[in-house]
């Protein structure tokens, strides 16, 4: 069980670019999220998916898309990317209080940084 | 959005002792609260979460007391130990209207040093 996976652990980007950070998780789990979190802030979502087929905006959506490829996988993708999105990203998801809970399990986080 | 923050940004306790990380959160309509531990390097881990029906909940070393007529949190770790060193987040869920979606709100958290 590796629970949440992301890939890139790492990545630079120059301004402009476009890339796609992978997620999947092996929990059955309905719901997914993407967050970033910036130097001595918590983490802001930026999309989430409630389940497989719906998508639907967090806090900082701006210059991002995602992709709900299926129940495992959760793309988050920058079109053209900017020094503003140099942050740490978080995959997580969530049986979304069908289990008794709603808490969230969080990959290891992708660093990109866009110079 | 509902904002979930935290008293104080840094908290250093000696090895043994006990440690006390509050949260304040703002949303009278949140039902349900978390607390994650974040290492360096690391995404973050669930510790331990409370219901909104609860005051006091206990696990091992570690208790989160929830008073909802101040609207605060706390998370109490016995006998803290250098590898309770990390970034410690509270958070809130507060679903859409009619939603049973698991949407949580992070404060930004507080950095516990454990000095041996």
């Known amino acids: 069980n590796a629970g949440v996976t992301q890939t890139p652990k790492f990545q630079v980007l120059k301004t402009g670019q476009s890339m796609t950070l992978q997620c999947a998780q092996d929990?059955?789990?309905?719901?997914m999220y993407w967050y970033r979190q910036d130097p001595g802030m918590g983490l802001r979502l930026i999309y989430y998916?409630?389940?497989?087929?719906?998508?639907d905006k967090g806090e900082v959506p701006n210059g991002y898309n995602v992709s709900r490829l299926n129940k495992r996988e959760f793309s988050l993708r920058l079109e053209s990317a900017a020094p503003s999105q140099t942050s740490v990203y978080f995959c997580?998801?969530?049986?979304?209080?069908?289990?008794?809970?709603?808490?969230?399990?969080f990959g290891p986080g992708t660093r990109l940084t866009v110079l | 959005g509902e904002s979930v923050g935290l008293h104080l940004p840094t908290l250093s306790v000696q090895e043994g002792d006990n440690s006390i990380i509050n949260c304040a959160y703002s949303?009278?309509?949140?039902?349900?609260f978390i607390w994650y531990k974040q290492e360096s390097g690391k995404g973050p881990q669930f510790i331990i979460d409370?219901?909104?029906?609860?005051d006091k909940r206990q696990g091992q070393r570690v208790t989160v007391l929830l008073n909802k007529t101040v609207k605060h949190l706390s998370l109490q770790i016995a006998a803290t130990q250098p590898g309770d060193s990390a970034v410690y987040f509270c958070?809130?869920?507060?679903?859409?209207?009619?939603?049973?979606?698991?949407?949580?709100?992070f404060g930004r958290g507080t950095q516990l040093t454990v000095w041996p």
């Open positions: 998916s409630a389940s497989e087929g719906t998508t």
């Open positions: 929990m059955n789990h309905n719901s």
């Open positions: 958070a809130e869920n507060n679903p859409p209207r009619g939603s049973t979606l698991g949407r949580l709100y």
């Open positions: 997580a998801s969530s049986a979304a209080g069908t289990s008794g809970g709603y808490e969230q399990f």
């Open positions: 409370i219901r909104s029906n609860m």
């Open positions: 949303n009278s309509a949140s039902d349900y």
